[in-house]
């Protein structure tokens, strides 16, 4: 079935350094991919996506890159603060008849 | 200002008796859902409305319904809790289904005593 595995489960990082989340898809029919943010006691916020026909989107800090030959994305964070600090989630969807597959999560964790 | 909105955000049920659980949403969109979230998983997908359609996933229990009366509002109703079903409960809206945004309410914590 439709499965998205989703590296590192944690990372830790000084403020202000780069955070990087790595997230593989199976489905070969997936074509949209968005970025979810999960504060404790909070519901996931949507921080940023990506459609198949581009290869990288960024805003300001953020940005994520898509390698569809690989089934790849990639979420990239700069100057990292510590109100970055959440859970955050990959996702991946097909436009017919698909629905959110979620990775596991990468619990980051932003030191001062 | 939110723009899905669940009621309440803590929920404490006893074992077996009924619980509802809203959401309502403020951008007019086609499609809402509801997700299961424990702790550090990711949400699971319950079911969904696409208008007044319903869709549930294969492998959600009999235990859960859901009921759509108009476009602002969808309820979850849990008919018999058990203490597995103690979890955060989301629900989301889209535009359309397919590959579109979806948009989070902050979800109800529900307790099982």
């Known amino acids: 079935g439709e499965n998205v595995e989703q590296h590192p489960s944690t990372l830790s990082v000084q403020e202000g350094d780069s955070a990087v989340i790595k997230c593989t898809y199976s489905?070969?029919?997936?074509?949209?991919f968005p970025w979810y943010k999960q504060e404790l006691g909070k519901g996931p916020q949507l921080i940023i996506d990506?459609?198949?026909?581009?290869g990288e989107k960024k805003d300001q800090r953020i940005a994520v890159t898509l390698n569809k030959t690989a089934k790849h994305f990639s979420l990239h964070i700069t100057e990292t603060q510590p109100e970055d600090s959440a859970v955050y989630f990959c996702?991946?969807?097909?436009?017919?008849?698909?629905?959110?597959?979620f990775g596991q999560g990468t619990e980051l964790s932003v030191k001062p | 200002d939110a723009m899905v909105i669940q009621n309440p955000r803590y929920q404490v049920t006893q074992f077996g008796k009924p619980v509802t659980l809203s959401c309502s949403q403020t951008?007019?969109?086609?499609?809402m859902y509801w997700y299961q979230q424990k702790s550090s998983q990711a949400p699971k997908l319950l079911f969904h409305?696409?208008?007044?359609?319903?869709?549930n996933e294969a492998d959600t229990p009999d235990n859960f319904q859901s009921r759509r009366p108009n476009t602002s509002f969808c309820f979850l109703d849990i008919r018999s809790p058990g203490l597995g079903d103690a979890a955060m409960y989301l629900c989301?809206?889209?535009?359309?289904?397919?590959?579109?945004?979806?948009?989070f309410g902050d979800g109800t914590r529900l307790s099982i005593l």
């Open positions: 989301a809206t889209s535009r359309d289904e397919g590959n579109q945004p979806q948009h």
């Open positions: 489905d070969s029919a997936s074509n949209y």
């Open positions: 990506i459609r198949s026909n581009v």
């Open positions: 996702a991946a969807i097909r436009n017919q008849g698909g629905k959110l597959i």
């Open positions: 951008l007019n969109h086609n499609v």
């Open positions: 409305y696409y208008d007044k359609d319903f869709n």
